[in-house]
């Protein structure tokens, strides 16, 4: 027996729909299609398209910090909010991108804000500085998530080596080596976050922005 419609698994069939054809792919008919429906069925569970795709945005909203900060301190906190946003990104970046269309990308991020805020804060930090930082954070982490994106298009870039200095390189054997055939990129995305985070955290002590 067909499972009764809800507005709630509308949405659930409008994220996968978009996540697995993208959004040129969805439209009230193919929703329908999808979940063995009337057309008018979906407009009475979610209204027109535009709802549609609000509901879609509300959702990122939802799941862009899927959970209070973990850890110990205001720094493990940061980071775990950080990570949260980035498995957000990676996981729903369709949502993203129509969360952008709408010109609602600054409500999406909105949670994640609150959540550095606080936990900025109660780290020491105060008035420029705190804005700063967190502004600093989830631009890294959209930074990294847009690099990501490009060269997943251009799978053929990840695994180039480069010459870096001809004859012997200033640096030891192992950093040039390393060097030359590129960053492994998730690594290089924590050591930063990593290294960001202790650096916005100990600027706390340098007084009031």
Not at 81 to 98: D, K
Not at 174 to 195: T, Y
Request: aromatic letters at 4%.
């Amino acid at each position: 027996m067909r499972e009764r419609l809800t507005r709630e698994s509308v949405v659930d069939a409008a994220v996968a729909l978009v996540e697995s054809e993208g959004l040129d792919a969805l439209s009230m008919r193919a929703l329908s299609e999808k979940l063995g429906v009337a057309v008018t069925s979906i407009y009475w569970h979610v209204g027109n398209k535009e709802a549609l795709l609000d509901a879609l945005v509300d959702r990122m909203c939802a799941s862009i910090v899927a959970s209070a900060p973990r850890g110990r301190n205001p720094q493990q906190r940061v980071l775990s909010t950080a990570r949260s946003v980035l498995r957000a990104l990676e996981t729903h970046g369709e949502l993203v991108a129509i969360a952008h269309e709408r010109g609602r990308l600054a409500v999406v991020f909105a949670p994640a804000r609150r959540y550095l805020a606080v936990e900025l804060s109660v780290a020491g930090l105060r008035g420029d500085r705190l804005a700063d930082a967190v502004n600093a954070l989830l631009q890294y982490v959209s930074g990294y998530c847009i690099m990501m994106g490009v060269l997943d298009r251009s799978p053929e870039q990840h695994e180039v080596a480069l010459p870096l200095w001809v004859g012997d390189a200033p640096v030891d054997r192992v950093a040039a080596r390393r060097l030359e055939w590129g960053p492994d990129s998730r690594r290089s995305f924590e050591i930063g976050l990593e290294a960001l985070v202790a650096g916005l955290v100990a600027s706390a002590r340098g007084g009031d922005g």
